[in-house]
């Protein structure tokens, strides 16, 4: 049980550190936020990785990506949803007293962001799917638990640990010149993954 932790928890550890839109947010609300308002954005994350992480130990996503239509309609949500978000990101103003974040934009609105960032990725979908899942086969009973187990534990304390340094960075920015230049990274990997998508499709 104990290697079928340790094998769940380096696979998650290195299938979530690359550079991706979910992460991107993550930190980019740490630093443009008090920490605590960040926090239940790193939440989120967290639970939307649980949730893909179930569904692909479970089999259940192989199942429904199996029809072609419904990873063209993700694809296209997803592509459409980037493209937004990137708009946003783009055009955001750095709050420099902290008080809101992101445009302005309330706690709630950015935890929906967050879910459709994560859940509307096709490419964390794939990821979970093509690695996670097939990953998990060899594994039955407690040491399939100990596995997803470790793969949920790794994004939890992933994001939080984002939105930390994204707070650390933030408030070693008070003229928010750094922020507003993660804002437009940002807005660029958005733009960059929804092209990626359109020449996959």
């Known amino acids: 049980m104990a290697a079928a932790f340790v094998h769940g928890f380096i696979l998650a ?4 550190i690359p550079l991706g839109v979910q992460n991107f947010f993550v930190f980019s609300q740490g630093a443009v936020r008090r920490f605590g308002r960040a926090v239940p954005i790193a939440a989120a994350a967290g639970l939307c990785d649980m949730l893909l992480i179930t569904l692909a130990v479970s089999g259940v996503s192989v199942v429904v990506l199996n029809f072609v239509w419904m990873k063209t309609v993700l694809v296209v949500l997803g592509t459409l949803f980037l493209l937004y978000m990137g708009y946003m990101s783009w055009k ?3 709050d420099t007293n902290k008080s809101n ?12 962001y967050t879910m459709m960032i994560s859940i509307l990725n096709p490419h964390a979908i794939l990821d979970t799917i093509g690695v996670i899942g097939t990953s998990s086969i060899q594994y039955s009973g ?8 470790a793969c949920m534990a790794v994004s939890w304390m992933w994001f939080f640990l984002l939105a930390a340094l994204g707070h ?9 010149k750094l922020v507003g230049a993660l804002n437009k990274v940002s807005a660029l990997v958005m733009w960059a993954a929804a092209v990626y998508l359109v020449v996959t499709l």
Request: proline residues 6%; positive net charge.
């Open 92 to 94: 955001a103003k750095p």
């Open 101 to 112: 974040g992101h445009s302005g934009a309330s706690t709630l609105r950015l935890i929906s």
């Open 142 to 149: 407690y040491e399939k638990v100990a596995f997803t187990g």
């Open 13 to 16: 550890f290195g299938l979530i």
């Open 168 to 176: 650390f960075v933030g408030s070693k920015d008070p003229t928010g």
